[in-house]
């Protein structure tokens, strides 16, 4: 296991980066310009500006490459825990193994249908299943038939998961095989915090303790063969601008490492917890405008990097950072196993923390259709077999978002059409319409068209 992260070596490189002169901050924001990417020192100058105009114009080089790269696309996604069970202690926490106050729930096969069978009929098409973590083979087997079950479940109504990401404890490389064979889109994984010391006074038992383990799993899922992997930092554990270049400093190795980066970065930030101490004080909380400035920061600095945005954030933050970065969000979440049934909703005393959007994904749909994005339920490039490298082989020359951009409408229309309430069917015709009309090319337009009409006539599941 090879250590990556050399905590002396990010802090220099943010105490050198102190007051930067405007005109080499203009010279980098220039420079994300070309979509080339930055490296972790231009990362570090761009964060440590303190001029509000300069910020400014960081985020909106971020909006820039963002529509560039994703056009107004937002994937969705709903979160699935299997069970709450953990035999850490994560201090952040709602699940930690000291929390006894926590009603432990382990979801039976029946249950996990069910609650599967409740997200097709909200129109959800990507699911990101995670558990607690816990020793032995029996917890990691139930969770690999927990993947088997949701994937063979199906509604009347045409309902069912296309793609099932993952984030579960990390594997030794015979378990991310098991993974593999059981068809997972993205593999999962918040480093937490890069910082060594914060790790181990946030991790005080239980696997989770070895930093090194964590950190070098990705490289474990990627020797196994899984593609795309997702990684991750916990704000408000130690200083975010040290997180930001720790998450660079991962996707730098894995790209150098296997010839491509990491597909997401996803970007939590601590939510209060049940007798979680981290969680209900944490030790260096965020702003709302830092956290702005991270997902344009991170943005730049990996154009081609999917962003992931959970409902751990209100939706005033969330409209405010989609348009600097964000290319897929969760909607309609519940952090409790069994939260989706009905009888189950107020079941918070077995959550892991507490959501800052509660809304229901038709109106979180309503609301960002309203803004102009388009909510994407795509999973064609998973399934056509365009990850990892051939992935990032077809979206640097930017193809991708021609694919993407259809693919999109397509799976918008089946959502309009199946799922949508009359509101939210009536806004979203009406984009639909618009993003034809501004379809410059008479092919893809006809295309779309053409495709749109088969929609209309009850096919499902068409994409390119
Ligand atoms: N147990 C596995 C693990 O720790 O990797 C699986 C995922 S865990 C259920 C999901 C993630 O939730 C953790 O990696 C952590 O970053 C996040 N999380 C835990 N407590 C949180 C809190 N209070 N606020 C926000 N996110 C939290
Ligand atoms: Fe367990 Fe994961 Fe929560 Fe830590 S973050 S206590 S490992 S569920």
Same mark, same amino acid.
């Given at each position: 296991m090879e250590e990556f992260i050399n905590d002396g070596d990010i802090i220099e490189l943010l105490d050198t980066s102190k007051n930067p002169s405007p005109s080499r901050v203009r010279e980098i924001i220039a420079r994300a310009g070309e979509l080339k990417g930055l490296g972790p020192e231009e990362a570090a100058v761009l964060l440590q500006v303190e001029d509000p105009e300069l910020n400014d114009e960081i985020c909106s080089a971020a909006h820039d490459i963002k529509n560039a790269i994703y056009g107004n696309r937002l994937v969705m996604f709903a979160p699935l825990y299997t069970s709450n069970y953990c035999?850490?202690?994560?201090?952040?926490?709602?699940?930690?193994?000291?929390?006894?106050?926590l009603k432990r729930v382990a979801l039976t096969n029946e249950e996990i249908a069910e609650e599967v069978r409740i997200l097709e009929s909200q129109g959800h098409k990507r699911l990101l299943m995670l558990c607690g973590e816990q020793k032995g083979r029996k917890a990691f087997d139930s969770f690999i038939e927990a993947i088997e079950i949701a994937y063979g479940t199906m509604t009347d109504?045409?309902?069912?998961?296309r793609r099932i990401n993952v984030e579960v404890a990390p594997q030794d490389i015979e378990g991310f095989k098991r993974l593999k064979q059981a068809n997972i889109g993205t593999y999962v994984l918040f480093?937490?915090? *890069? %910082?060594h010391d914060t790790y181990r006074i946030m991790h005080p038992a239980g696997q989770k303790a070895d930093y090194l383990w964590r950190l070098t799993a990705m490289d474990r899922a990627m020797e196994a063969g899984i593609d795309d992997v997702g990684i991750g930092a916990l704000f408000g554990l130690y200083d975010y601008k040290f997180e930001v270049l720790g998450l660079l400093s991962h996707a730098m190795h894995l790209d150098q490492k296997f010839g491509v980066g990491p597909h997401t970065i996803s970007v939590p930030r601590l939510e209060p917890a049940l007798n979680a101490p981290a969680a209900i004080k944490p030790p260096n909380p965020v702003s709302d405008a830092d956290f702005k400035r991270i997902v344009a920061v991170i943005r730049m600095a990996v154009p081609y990097t999917g962003m992931i945005l959970s409902t751990r954030e209100r939706p005033e933050v969330r409209r405010e950072v989609f348009k600097v970065g964000i290319s897929q969000i969760s909607a309609g979440?519940?952090?409790?196993?069994?939260? *989706? %049934?009905s009888g189950n909703e107020?079941?918070?005393?077995?959550?892991?923390f507490n959501l800052g959007d509660t809304r229901t994904l038709d109106e979180v749909i309503l609301d960002i259709s309203q803004e102009g994005h388009i909510p994407s339920f795509c999973t064609a490039c998973y399934r056509l077999g365009r990850t990892g490298k051939d992935f990032m082989d077809l979206a640097k020359p930017g193809l991708i978002r021609k694919f993407c951009r259809t693919n999109a409408i397509m799976t918008y229309q089946e959502y309009l059409s199946d799922y949508a309430s009359e509101e939210t069917k009536r806004v979203g015709e009406e984009l639909v319409r618009r993003l034809i009309k501004k379809t410059k090319k008479a092919g893809t337009r006809k295309l779309l068209e053409e495709r749109l009409a088969r929609i209309k006539n009850g096919e499902r599941d068409l994409y390119i």
């Open positions: 035999s850490n202690n994560c201090l952040y926490c709602g699940f930690r193994r000291d929390n006894r106050t109504r045409g309902g069912e998961i480093q937490e915090t *890069y %910082h979440s519940r952090t409790n196993p069994g939260g *989706y %049934h107020g079941m918070d005393d077995a959550a892991q």
